[in-house]
């Protein structure tokens, strides 16, 4: 399972795209890569989530690990 962040709902239509069709290609690329990496089948589930200015702050940034 894996959540895609974004800071607000415009942001979140155009990662899910029509009909989810952008959404749909994101997955499929990532499970054909952790297929790969792992060497076995994986199911795959994707979320959006809106996390509002989940960018300015820390305990955000420090949650997603983009800093320590």
Known sequence: MAVIYVERDSQKGII?????TRL??????ARKDLEKFFDKSIYLELFVKV??????????????????
Request: glycine share 14%; aromatic share 10%.
């Open 24 to 29: 749909k290609k994101v997955g499929t690329e």
């Open 51 to 68: 996390e509002p200015n989940w960018r300015n702050r820390d305990n955000k940034l420090r949650a997603f690990g983009y800093i320590e």
């Open 16 to 20: 899910i795209g029509r009909q989810g």
